[in-house]
């Protein structure tokens, strides 16, 4: 169960021989191919061990936090996470660690993978404009996290300085259509959410562990819109999730989504038909998912607050055919159904369905959640072209708007089906009454129109 390959016996004293992966003849040498994340290098199809020869550099760069945010990270290779190392059970890895000459201060690895003291810090401290080598065997099967053990520790985590390394093991991994790398980081700024320009650390806030933001990818927004996880409907997906940390726990979950199986702590074990796994920081599991049902999924940590309103919210778009046997929806209220009083007061009507359908999203003062939902509330987006809003309300809207200068992906469902035209003129009119928006009124005939020339 340790992956035991048998070989023939040649001498008589050796009548019962078994050689694990560890002890199998090293054959050759590789230099890894690092790719930046969410992409991982490719499957191993090799069945031999060899030497990998693996270059990471430290570099100390400023990037983008958020839109409008800037923030100084401590990376690997540049990226947060920092690239994802896929190696063999058995193979020796020869790993060169440089520190970029700017840099401020030394640096080195600890990888989780490593069986020897220290997981490799004591051995690569490496100071700006300098190399380390380390070299290990990659003894056991699974997935790794590796990060900065520099002191102050935490300080060098929590300014984006981890990755993932994956051990393969001997007899390889299932053939998957697709392979994502993720992982969960906590970020401490002395500014308050979303205040804009160059946010410096906080330590008080990373002894408290109370994190500014909770972010996939070292980034809000890191995989959303344009750069979301991408399926077709029937593939088989496999998902490297890894949690930073330094301080926060991760409730990796997928809404609408079922995991196939999950390593439990990276390991061996496979739990099934999973809903929701807990990432520890300084863990990883490998899940692996199949999209049945084409439609954007959102990747977040279950601890919900951090998804909606620290940033811990990425997408997964699927592509196909529609799958009615498995999934459909349909709301039986008719559009003309008879509203309760005030049937024939507009802004009645619509303080009403504002409450109970759009503050869950929007918020009651109308300023929606900063990186998820965008603002009704002196919106120009909506005042621009308040008759636009028609159509949204009615059809939905997905992809990509901006709204008093900031980006937001969109998610908006439709609400044709669930609200009549009355509902909708009224939503629409207290709105653009309210909230310091620029006045004005919708009618329910101008909402009939548009429903019936929209299917």
């Known amino acids: 169960m340790f992956g035991f390959r048998p070989y023939p016996c040649l001498l008589l004293g050796l009548m019962a021989c078994a050689f694990s992966a560890y002890a199998e003849p090293s054959s050759g040498v590789i230099e890894e191919a690092l790719v930046a994340p969410p992409a991982v290098p490719a499957p191993i199809t090799r069945h031999t061990p060899t030497t990998v020869v693996v270059h990471l550099r430290t570099e100390e760069k400023v990037m983008d936090l958020a839109d409008g945010v800037r923030y100084d990270f401590w990376t690997f290779n540049g990226s947060v996470p920092g690239p994802m190392i896929r190696v063999r059970e058995g193979d020796t890895v020869e790993l060169h660690l440089s520190n970029d000459a700017h840099s401020h201060m030394s640096h080195n690895i600890d990888l989780h993978a490593v069986m020897g003291p220290g997981g490799g810090a004591a051995m690569t401290v490496t100071n700006p404009g300098h190399e380390s080598i380390l070299t290990f065997k990659a003894m056991r099967p699974g997935l790794f996290v590796y990060h900065c053990a520099t002191a102050p520790v935490p300080m060098h985590i929590a300014n984006g300085m981890y990755g993932t390394i994956l051990v393969e093991p001997a007899a390889g991994l299932p053939k998957v259509d697709r392979e994502y790398y993720v992982m969960q980081g906590d970020f401490y700024t002395q500014g308050h959410y979303h205040d804009p320009g160059l946010q410096n650390f906080d330590t008080q806030k990373l002894l408290d562990e109370q994190p500014t933001y909770v972010l996939f990818n070292g980034r809000e927004n890191a995989l959303n819109g344009e750069h979301a996880l991408y399926s077709k409907t029937g593939e088989h997906l496999r998902l490297f999730v890894g949690n930073g940390g330094p301080n926060l726990s991760s409730s990796f979950h997928i809404i609408g989504q079922i995991f196939d199986s999950v390593s439990s702590e990276g390991g061996s074990l ?186």
């Open 270 to 455: 496979l739990n099934h038909n999973v809903q929701t796994t807990l990432i520890p920081p300084g863990d990883a599991s490998t899940i692996e998912l199949t999209t049945l049902v084409p439609g954007t999924y959102l990747l977040v940590d279950h601890a919900i607050t951090r998804a909606f309103m620290k940033g811990a919210l990425a997408q997964l778009r699927v592509d196909g055919p529609a799958r009615p046997d498995l999934y459909h929806g349909q709301n039986t209220k008719p559009a003309t159904q008879p509203l309760p009083s005030a049937a024939h007061d507009p802004m009645a009507i619509g303080k009403r369905v504002f409450t109970q359908i759009c503050s869950a999203c929007h918020q009651g003062n109308a300023m929606g959640l900063p990186g998820a939902f965008p603002p009704l509330a002196m919106s120009d987006y909506l005042n621009s072209d308040p008759h636009r809003a028609i159509s949204i309300v009615l059809h939905g809207l997905s992809g990509h708007i901006t709204v008093n200068n900031t980006g937001y992906e969109s998610q908006m469902p439709a609400f044709g089906p669930q609200l009549s035209d009355d509902e909708i003129a009224g939503v629409l009119t207290y709105v653009l009454n309210s909230f310091n928006n620029r006045g004005g009124s919708i009618d329910s005939a101008e909402v009939g129109k548009v429903r019936q020339s929209q299917p």
